[in-house]
T-cell receptor, first 111, second 111 residues
């Protein structure tokens, strides 16, 4: 079974803090994705990566950056957290052209 | 126009009935189609994938794809209260690894 893990289920941070969200997958997938999900807005793609050290902007990259130094790990970085970044953050991975598998999600609250 | 559109619901069906969930997409070149189930507070879980026109059955679930009409549906037979969740339709275009997700349809199965 594919397993995607995320570093935290719940996280509370203060405005202006730098926040790191980690995602690890164990199925040797090339592609990894970061989404945020907000009520009424659905899943919105922040960034994705199709190879080590490669990244592509998604629909809402502003205020975020990513890092992929190893194939199995994809990190999302909030450079200076703001209250409008309070959300559920979901990581996913896939082989090319196939289904995406999601991690359990991190519910981030920025106060 | 959104890439993927779903009726947000809520859709309510009695236990034992057939639930029908619908999804339309705008990119005529799309090749891969997926249905995810998401329980409240949890991450999306893949339940069906379909790649060619016609029906694909898996237990109580049937996915139907009509590329000419740009339409994909999910039927849930003998609906159970445990099927109560939000169902997300996802479409993968002809090129690239990005998915487009609908905003989801909320289903409630009434005992």
């Amino acid at each position: 079974d594919v397993k995607v893990t995320q570093s935290s289920r719940y996280l509370v941070k203060r405005t202006g803090e730098k926040v790191f969200l980690e995602c690890v997958q164990d199925m040797d997938h090339e592609n990894m994705f970061w989404y945020r999900q907000d009520p009424g807005l659905g899943l919105r793609l922040i960034y994705f990566s199709y190879d080590v050290k490669m990244k592509e902007k998604g629909d809402i990259p502003e205020g975020y950056s990513v890092s992929r130094e190893k194939k199995e790990r994809f990190s999302l970085i909030l450079e200076s957290a703001s209250t409008n970044q309070t959300s559920m953050y979901l990581c996913a991975s896939s082989l090319s052209g196939t289904e995406q598998y999601f991690g359990p999600g991190t519910r981030l609250t920025v106060t | 126009q959104k890439e993927v559109e779903q009726n947000s619901g809520p859709l309510s069906v009695p236990e034992g009935a057939i639930a029908s969930l619908n999804c339309t997409y705008s990119d005529r070149g799309s090749q891969s189609f997926f249905w995810y189930r998401q329980y409240s507070g949890k991450s999306p879980e893949l339940i069906m994938s379909i790649y060619s026109n016609g029906d694909k059955e898996d237990g109580r679930f049937t996915a139907q794809l009509n590329k000419a009409s740009q339409y994909v549906s999910l039927l849930i037979r003998d609906s159970q209260p445990s099927d109560s969740a939000t169902y997300l339709c996802a479409v993968s275009p002809n090129t690239g690894n990005q998915f487009y997700f609908g905003t989801g349809t909320s289903l409630t199965v009434i005992p």
